[in-house]
């Protein structure tokens, strides 16, 4: 079969569903990334030392990840035009609520509803891309929509400085939590699930191939908690785990990283700090469409999601510590934005993996149980880094530490992810598109 079986209608359904999840994923990670880009004021304004803003920085992710377990199974279950459109309520009603706290513990909480709200999104997108898209071209869907991830922080840097010089911090929170609301009704006005759009049936049959019947009912506790039992499961989640402990050292520090380390003003680092993510843009893309590609070369849907991420996690992790070692600040930003671009191309990777690891009616879980482990990466990350900086007066050693880990998680990827019958045969009665050449 080819995409052209497809109706026109259908065809612009979908593109039109991938579009609003770039959207509402720029929007997430604006929302995720301006504490990061305020971290200067608030720390200031409040009276935070640089371990506390650490803690502070990890209580979104602590969330954020708790919540994925639930979250999976909840979006299998319940669909995605509901669970997005309650998530992006909770987490823009949070994300305003940043713009009146006036202590720590009040900003603990409203970054914590913040993590539990976002944590349907990308769940959410892995659906969306299996319910719209036949399993041999998933992958560049969902590097399109994951390419909001680097989109969203490439503009949160110059955008929310812009917001947070001209109007404050506070007010730089409460507009992006009106922005959010707006979101929420765009998406629940627009997107429509495969079987609520009455298709013809031909487009059906093309969406469901290579599905079994049982994939198509609502997702039981017993079928969830099977996918435990998944040797590839906990290997998604260790490697997920480094990718995300690297990812959100630069997420989370990285301005402060060119402000203390490299001695930026605000200003420039609000500029500077961009670059590393619209490279990580490309990245997103590309880790979509090199699976897509290997599979029309023949690799199975499975392989060719696992070597790329390997090699590009590797590659992220040696080149963030080659960009340790440059004294000049220029070729220091060149190197962690291509590392930053093979970080993405991991991240793409791994997200085009849940699309064809599990079967149809438990897509959403294994994304969710693969992000959790990523989240507690994440969530570690801000945390360790900002006590190893406070006690060492440098993010050397603590970038150090997130190269070591990347490096980990990539070998036991490696080691651990195959595409093989032992591994499909523990699901009962159902099979993994990862099997199907």
């Not at 609000?270 to 619209?278: D, E, K, L, R, T």
Request: with cysteine; net charge positive; hydrophobic share 55%.
């Amino acid at each position: 079969m080819t995409a052209q079986v497809l109706s026109g209608r259908a065809r612009t359904i979908r593109r039109i569903s991938v579009g609003l999840l770039v959207l509402s994923g720029i929007v997430n990670f604006m929302d995720r990334f301006a504490l990061s880009v305020a971290n200067p004021l608030i720390r200031q304004d409040l009276g935070l030392s640089i371990s506390s803003m650490g803690i502070l920085l990890s209580a979104f992710l602590w969330a954020y990840a708790l919540a994925q377990l639930p979250v999976g199974a909840l979006v299998d279950r319940y669909g995605p035009r509901r669970l997005l459109a309650v998530g992006i309520v909770i987490w823009s009603l949070a994300q305003a609520a940043g713009g009146v706290v006036s202590n720590l513990g009040q900003f603990f909480a409203s970054r914590f509803m913040l993590g539990v709200g976002e944590a349907p999104q990308f769940t959410v997108g892995v659906r969306v891309v299996r319910d719209w898209f036949h399993f041999r071209e998933r992958g560049l869907p969902t590097g399109i929509f994951l390419c909001s991830t680097a989109l969203g922080t490439a503009i949160s840097a110059p955008v929310l400085t812009w917001l947070m010089l001209s109007f404050g911090w506070r007010a730089m929170f409460l507009i992006m939590g009106v922005a959010g609301v707006v979101l929420a009704m765009l998406w629940s006005a627009i997107y429509r699930n495969p079987a609520d759009v009455g298709l013809p049936a031909s487009d059906h049959a093309y969406l469901q191939d290579g599905n079994t019947a049982a994939d198509n009912h609502k997702v039981r506790f017993s079928e969830w908690r099977e996918l435990f039992a998944l040797r590839n499961t906990w290997g998604m989640i260790a490697g997920y785990f480094g990718l995300l402990y690297l990812l959100w050292i630069y997420n989370a520090w990285l301005p402060s990283y060119f402000e203390i380390e490299r001695h930026m003003s605000i200003a420039r680092t609000g500029i500077v700090s961009a670059f590393p993510f619209i490279f990580g843009v490309g990245g997103s893309v590309l880790g979509g469409w090199i699976p897509d590609r290997l599979v029309a070369m023949g690799i199975s849907p499975m392989n060719s999601r696992k070597f790329p991420f390997v090699l590009a996690l590797a590659t992220f992790a040696i080149l963030t510590l080659v960009a340790t070692q440059v004294e000049n600040d220029a070729v220091s930003v060149a190197v962690l934005s291509i590392a930053s671009l093979f970080g993405f191309v991991a991240n793409g990777s791994a997200w085009a993996m849940a699309s064809v690891a599990a079967p149809h009616n438990r897509v959403a879980s294994l994304a969710s149980m693969q992000n959790f482990g990523g989240y507690i990466g994440a969530a570690l990350a801000p945390t360790i880094t900002g006590f190893i900086v406070e006690e060492a007066g440098s993010f050397n050693p603590a970038l150090f530490v997130g190269v070591t880990i990347g490096l980990a998680s990539s070998l036991i990827y490696l080691v651990t992810v195959r595409d093989d019958a032992t591994e499909r045969s523990l699901i009962k009665d159902e099979q993994p598109l990862g099997s199907l050449r």
